[in-house]
């Protein structure tokens, strides 16, 4: 069974631009959940998608946005690139809407965002 | 459980010896936690979990406490390997934010073989 899928693996924006991040998650999957990695700030939650419909929400600025399909896989987007803005982003799918113990969360390996 | 600064702890165990690592986490209402390892160039790996009822769980060479009390978490790993190497985050999620974690700072983890 294949794991969690991110796309690119690496990206590199100059400020001002915006960038569109792409994530699969695991077969028979339907929830999503995006989180920011920096070695400042550690890993935060961005927001998660279940069945296409946003669930929860992190303490982001709106230029951070995302959306699933109908086929369970999401992307974020991020507008008007800020410095700050470069980190790892990592997806993560699960199973279920987290509202059991059961339903863990498998990570991929994340997409690399330079902002110069 | 909140993320802070740059620099993480580490801790450095000889090959075969065990590893305990430690994570203080902040809210008292949640209800569960998880341990993750993190390898270089890869995203989080679930190792265990433990529910807000339970003070310990055991799996294949890892055994996690809880302590409520003190709102502390603990990870012990037997006979440490090379391949345990990384960094290891706890996380604390609550069921009614779903899969929304708060995620701790992490400790690296470096075995001496």
């Known amino acids: 069974k294949a794991g969690v899928t991110q796309t690119p693996r690496y990206l590199i924006k100059t400020r001002g631009q915006q960038v569109t991040l792409s994530c699969s998650p695991i077969?028979?999957?339907?929830?999503v959940s995006w989180y920011q990695q920096t070695p400042g700030q550690g890993l935060q939650f961005l927001f998660e998608?279940?069945?296409?419909?946003?669930?929860n929400k992190g303490n982001f600025p709106g230029r951070f946005s995302g959306r699933q399909f109908s086929n369970s896989r999401s992307e974020m987007n991020v507008s008007t690139l800020e410095l700050g803005d470069s980190a790892l982003y990592l997806c993560?799918?699960?199973?279920?809407?987290?509202?059991?113990?059961?339903?863990?969360?498998?990570f991929g390996s994340g997409t690399q965002l330079s902002v110069l | 459980g909140e993320s802070v600064g740059l620099h993480l702890p580490t801790l450095s165990v000889q090959e075969g010896d065990n590893s305990i690592i430690n994570c203080a986490y902040s809210n008292s209402a949640s209800d569960y936690f998880i341990w993750y390892k993190q390898e270089s160039g890869k995203g989080p790996q679930f190792i265990i979990d433990i529910r807000s009822n339970m003070d310990k769980r055991q799996g294949q060479r890892v055994t996690v406490l809880l302590n409520k009390t003190v709102k502390h978490l603990s990870l012990q790993i037997a006979a440490t390997q090379p391949g345990d190497s990384a960094v290891y985050f706890c996380a604390e999620g609550s069921l009614e934010y779903g899969n929304k974690l708060v995620f701790g700072a992490g400790t690296i983890l470096r075995v001496k073989s």
């Open positions: 077969s028979g999957h339907r929830s």
């Open positions: 993560a799918s699960s199973s279920g809407t987290g509202a059991t113990v059961n339903e863990k969360l498998f």
């Open positions: 998608y279940f069945s296409e419909t946003q669930r």
